[in-house]
């Protein structure tokens, strides 16, 4: 398991909260509505003691473990700036987020089941994170706050759909299933965002100069430079003719 920043584990945090019993209604997937990714997720960062789908403040916390909040959210960080005004100032919260590394693809019939299962040229690293962490970069800065990028092996489950699926060949994606966690990268704060980045990128670089770094588009070389600035992880310097102009510190 990569680490970096390492100012503690905080999946080893041991606190002494006093977790308050819930007020309001409850917010959460809820198992019934759980996707077989973030369950296995779920089961796979489980400790034995760890209290699991735990009411806290009107929120349903993933794990809780000596007082620590554990989250796994596969996509969407938007969806928990609620639960972040509300419990991170008060609770250290520990946000893991997976990213496949190895992919393959399974598409199902009609009647759903499988008929083919292939492995997809794609493979996500570790910056693949700024994608979502656009959403509020400078939660990095906080205290309270870890990120886990996990880098895992995954199967995306495709059935027929003409409609929904109409850009991958008439099918539709389904759920997305975990074979494993091959490693793992911890930000505890925002200097952590440059062990995501290229060692080699000149002194003042471009999103241009990024996006090659990376091996990726210019459109995700622009999500991390904005992660970088907005979280105080690197600064500009001015602006020409290719671009805004970064510099790391």
């Known amino acids: 398991m990569g680490a970096h920043a390492d100012r503690h584990n905080p999946l080893d945090y041991e606190a002494t909260l006093q977790l308050p019993s819930p007020e ?8 019934l509505n759980e996707k077989p990714l973030h369950a296995s997720l779920k089961e796979w960062y ?20 000596d007082g620590l909040l554990i ?7 938007s969806a928990m700036r609620r639960k972040f005004d509300r419990l991170l100032d008060s609770y250290p919260i ?10 393959w693809i399974v ?13 997809s040229p794609k493979r996500g690293i570790a910056a693949d994170v700024c994608q979502e962490l656009v959403s ?5 800065s906080h205290p309270n ?16 759909d003409p409609k ?11 759920e997305r299933r975990l074979i494993e966690v091959l490693d793992s990268v911890l930000l505890v704060e925002p200097a952590g965002l440059l062990s995501l980045i290229p060692e080699d990128l000149p002194e003042v670089f471009t999103t241009a100069d990024l996006a090659a770094g990376l091996g990726r588009s210019r459109h995700l070389a622009r999500e991390v430079a904005y992660c970088l600035r907005l979280s105080g992880a690197a600064t500009t310097v001015g602006r020409d003719k290719r671009g805004i102009l970064y510099r790391l510190p």
């Open 46 to 65: 489980r400790q034995d003691g760890d209290l699991v789908e735990a009411p806290l403040d009107g929120f349903v916390i993933d794990l809780i473990r």
């Open 145 to 160: 706050f870890t990120l886990e990028v996990a880098m895992v092996a995954e199967e995306e489950v495709r059935r027929p």
């Open 164 to 174: 929904k699926g109409w850009r991958r060949g008439g099918f539709a994606i389904e």
């Open 71 to 77: 989250e796994i959210q596969t996509r969407g960080f």
């Open 107 to 119: 598409k199902l019939d009609d009647n759903g089941d499988p008929v083919s299962r292939k492995r």
């Open 136 to 140: 509020f970069p400078s939660l990095l």
């Open 94 to 103: 520990h946000l893991v987020h997976p990213v496949a590394v190895e992919k």
């Open 24 to 31: 309001g209604p409850m917010t959460a997937i809820g198992s």
